[in-house]
């Protein structure tokens, strides 16, 4: 069985000084990993009916347009401010390096609509318990978040104890 670790990147001092980046790149510049990896998110949401697949900028776009066309739903995504053309309701959130605002299409999620958050990696949870507020705000449900690898000594899963997380990957 194919190993996704293999394919994941470890860049030193990425952001910023002391920082240990986790790139998935070269897992997204193999098709065969790719493909195991969009295999491997599918079966973390299987036997739940899915609306809409919320991907969060940038690199939650990757696998979360893949994942709505597999779970036949629509794909929406949530965005750093002012890179959405349309009317947008806004969260602010902090991160492992400063705060930031993310941002959402007011009519992007119907009430009621069953929503999978997807992104890379779970670090810190601030960015994605920001988008699952920005989901509720909607009167959507949040189903589940997955990510690609989660980093567990970050603990940003203690902010997102409301919801059913499930990484691929974590260290």
Do not use: W
Request: net charge negative.
């Amino acid at each position: 069985m194919l190993n996704l670790q293999d394919y994941i990147r470890n860049v030193n001092d990425f952001p910023k000084p002391g920082v240990l980046f986790k790139d998935i790149t070269p897992l997204l510049a193999n098709n065969i990993a790719s493909e195991a990896c969009l295999d491997g998110l599918l079966e973390l949401v299987q036997n739940e009916k899915i609306d809409k697949v919320v991907g969060i900028e940038s690199r939650g776009f990757f696998f979360g347009t893949l994942l709505a066309q597999r779970l036949n739903a629509g794909f929406v995504p949530i965005r750093k401010s002012g890179k959405l053309p349309f009317n947008t309701i806004k969260e602010p959130y902090s991160l492992e390096y400063g705060m930031d605002v993310l941002e959402m299409h007011e009519d992007a999620i119907l009430p009621g609509e069953k929503v999978l958050l997807h992104d890379d990696v779970l670090a810190t949870g601030g960015t994605a318990k920001a988008a699952c507020k920005l989901i509720e705000k909607l009167g959507g449900e949040v189903v589940q978040c997955n990510f690609i690898l989660e980093l567990g000594f970050l603990r940003g899963s203690e902010k997102l104890t409301r919801y059913e997380l499930r990484p691929l990957i974590s260290y």
